[in-house]
T-cell receptor, first 113, second 108 residues
Framework: DAGVTQSPTHLIKTRGQQVTLRCSPK?????VSWYQQALGQGPQFIFQ???????QRGNFPDRFSGHQFPNYSSELNVNALLLGDSALYLC????????????FGPGTRLTVT | GIQVEQSPPDLILQEGANSTLRCNFS?????LQWFHQNPWGQLINLFY???GTKQNGRLSATTVATERYSLLYISSSQTTDSGVYFC??????????FGTGTKLQVIP
């Protein structure tokens, strides 16, 4: 039973560039949530996708956008990168959108220089 | 949204000692999880426990939903228990909110 997978593992980008992160949910799950975790802090909710639509959104600017594909995998896009976007980006999957038990991927560590 | 407070923020234990971590919520939650984050950043599921008590080996957790708190017990701690422990919760269709974590260091 494959768990949640994310790619890439690490990424270095320059301020102003755009980045795309990818996530495949755990087998049997249909909902994907994205989180940003800055150093020394708890994960912060970015948004959640279910049935290919954004269902909930945290306090993040429109520079953060996403997509969910018919196979339930998801992408997180960040435009016009800022130094403050440097963080660990975590993807979580669950069944249905009611915030039931979530399983997390290993994360993508993004560094913006 | 829901506020989540964890205590203590830092904890140093001698190997073999027991500990209790606490998580307080500002409002009712019907989804509550405990996680252990290893040094590489992976969040490992410990318990999904919106109410009641569960045990898994040396770990156990209790959630008192009516009083809006949850406790994580670690018995006979080992060095491999080191890391950051997070609780996270949500009410109904609200977004999941994480606490600020308890950083645990178990020394031999």
């Amino acid at each position: 039973d494959a768990g949640v997978t994310q790619s890439p593992t690490h990424l270095i980008k320059t301020r102003g560039q755009q980045v795309t992160l990818r996530c495949s949910p755990k087998s049997g799950h249909d909902t994907v949530s994205w989180y940003q975790q800055a150093l020394g802090q708890g994960p912060q909710f970015i948004f959640q996708y279910y049935e290919e639509e954004e269902r909930q959104r945290g306090n993040f600017p429109d520079r953060f956008s996403g997509h969910q594909f018919p196979n339930y995998s998801s992408e997180l896009n960040v435009n016009a990168l800022l130094l403050g976007d440097s963080a660990l980006y975590l993807c979580a999957s669950s069944w249905r959108t009611m915030g039931l038990e979530q399983y997390f991927g290993p994360g993508t560590r993004l560094t913006v220089t | 949204g829901i506020q989540v407070e964890q205590s203590p923020p830092d904890l140093i234990l001698q190997e073999g000692a027991n500990s209790t971590l606490r998580c307080n919520f500002s409002d009712s939650v019907n989804n509550l999880q405990w996680f252990h984050q290893n040094p590489w950043g992976q969040l490992i599921n410990l318990f999904y426990i919106p109410s009641g008590t569960k045990q898994n080996g040396r770990l156990s957790a209790t959630t008192v939903a009516t009083e809006r708190y949850s406790l994580l017990y670690i018995s006979s701690s080992q060095t491999t228990d080191s890391g950051v422990y997070f609780c996270a919760g949500s009410g109904g269709y609200q977004k999941v909110t994480f606490g600020t974590g308890t950083k645990l260091q178990v020394i031999p």
